[in-house]
């Protein structure tokens, strides 16, 4: 049989960090396995399932590459369909009308309290004749769950589990008003797309066992089920927004690159040995469930940065300058060829997209120049007027590349007697208005030669 996994969101305006990395193991084991990989959106709470939130997962999903391998299922679409399942089953005799008033329920609710119990459904509709309902009370359908016994899911991270039926209740299909429960759709829904394999969060690790009692009623094959731990922050306590519990477009916005939130998150819950930084291919390879971890993991985002310095170590130039040039708006075409030209240098040294950009800015600037504090501490009247005789160096030497201009650099510095980095450190001033910057030869000679001397003139005044 082969595998078919499913990512079930239920919208809430975002794709948070934690359903991104359940979305993940379940593209990686159907990729691993051969299978397929669906998508269902769990959108029956009509005030969360806005247009704009739906909307907000794919674009998280379709980011890190991970929508599904077909058109999305809506489970909102088939509540007729849940409904008729839930109606199957009381013709079977496997479900029932439950004309409980509210008033009965709060009276169970209150005897469990009392008694120091969670509140179970005390099956008082379950053998009784319906031509004994009340009137005016629109029944609910509840499941007839086994009494007796227990049951036991062999989970692929959890291993073995089991729980006494006795702590089943007769749970609810279908509310008075005709609507489907969560857990009759979730059901009917993961049997429909023919979902073989249930990966998810363990906080659905108790309602699996509702669910096994589900498929067993209707008869059908109980899917195999993974839950998979939760996230929790670099000091243990639950993921919270301080942690960096956000949704995975904030993390784009931060400037990380998707094979980076992948990576993380792969790693996160899931180990290959020492291996930290993994390609796509290569987890495709190695995925297995049993090699999730069964405790919590913890999120750390000082490692996501080192990470994705390595992943903008790797990545394309042409690729990282569309993204630098998206983020500074309005670059020229002379702009965009020198942060091309200047991407190797430049993303030698970014944590982050956001720091590259930053970074690349100063080639895309016109004289004069903003510098900064430290920059402008550079530029001493000394500083000046060495930087006047490198102008007429390098305006006079025939080739302009990097070699010639540290050579033209290396021969007033020697002129003027003074190291190296005394004129150096103030062109680099002069040329990007900062202190740190890539190699300055290098970024001499990415502005080349007239851009170099328009920056050059405009500090020490001899512009024309
Ligand atoms: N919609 C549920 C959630 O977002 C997931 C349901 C499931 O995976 O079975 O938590």
Redesign the pocket.
Known sequence: MSVVTRF???PTGFLHIG?AR?ALYNWLYARHTGGKYLVRI?DTDKARSTPEAVQAIFDGLAWLGLLGDEEPVYQSAQLNRHAEVAKELVAKGRAYYCYCTPEELQTMREEAKAAGKPMRYNGMWRDRDPSEAPAGVDPVVRLKAPLEGETTLVDHIQGEVTVQNEQLDDFVLLRGDGTPTYMLS?VVD?HDMGITH?L??D??LN?AFRQAALYRAMEWDVPEFGHIPLIHGADGAKLSKRHGALGVDAYREMGYLPETVKNYLLRLGWGHGDDEIISSAQAVEWFTLEAVGRSPSRFDLAKLENLNGHYIREADDSRLTDLVIAGLGNVDETGQKRILKGMDGLKQRAKTIVELTENAAFYTASVPLNFTEKAQNLLTEEALSHLTALTAELEAMPDWNEEAIEQAVRTIAEKADIKLGKLAQPLRAALTGSTVSPGIFEVAAVLERAETLARLKAICGTAQ
């Open positions: 079930a969101p239920s359903g359940t769990e979730v993961d249930v998810r969060g906080d659905h309602n």
